[in-house]
């Protein structure tokens, strides 16, 4: 059975960091991504990331801001957000595809349960 577990989510202040996990069980992918949605809004591309790594996507918004890197090893994907910002208050959900990464959501197959990013001003 294929699953997608984020952790790392919680409460904190404007300019503070967090880091998302994403761990992967039942089978590899060849890429990773991360996803947003914040209360009454649509979900947004945040950022994706390769097989290799070598092949990343942010989104404008979280440009100079966020990280995405993997460990393979681990069949984790990781999501570093410094300089948080009230406007990243969302649920924050990891997805997972075979083929080359993309910024479209319509591509992954596979999510996860999504974790919940409060930034407070």
């Known amino acids: 059975q294929v699953q997608l577990v984020e952790s790392g989510g919680g409460l904190v202040q404007a300019g503070g960091s967090l880091r998302l996990s994403c761990a992967a069980s039942?089978?590899?992918?060849?890429?990773y991504a991360w996803f947003r949605q914040a209360l009454g809004k649509e979900r947004e591309f945040v950022a994706a990331?390769?097989?290799?790594?070598?092949?990343?996507y942010l989104a404008n918004s979280v440009k100079e801001r966020f990280t995405i890197s993997r460990d393979n090893a681990k069949n984790t994907v990781y999501l570093q957000m410094n300089s948080l910002k009230p406007e990243d208050t969302a649920v924050y959900y990891c997805?997972?595809?075979?083929?080359?990464?993309?910024?479209?959501?319509?591509?992954?197959?596979?999510w996860g349960q999504g974790t919940q990013v409060t930034v407070s001003s």
């Open positions: 039942g089978r590899t992918f060849s890429s």
């Open positions: 997805a997972a595809r075979q083929g080359t990464a993309t910024m479209s959501i319509r591509t992954y197959d596979y």
């Open positions: 990331i390769s097989w290799s790594g070598s092949v990343t």
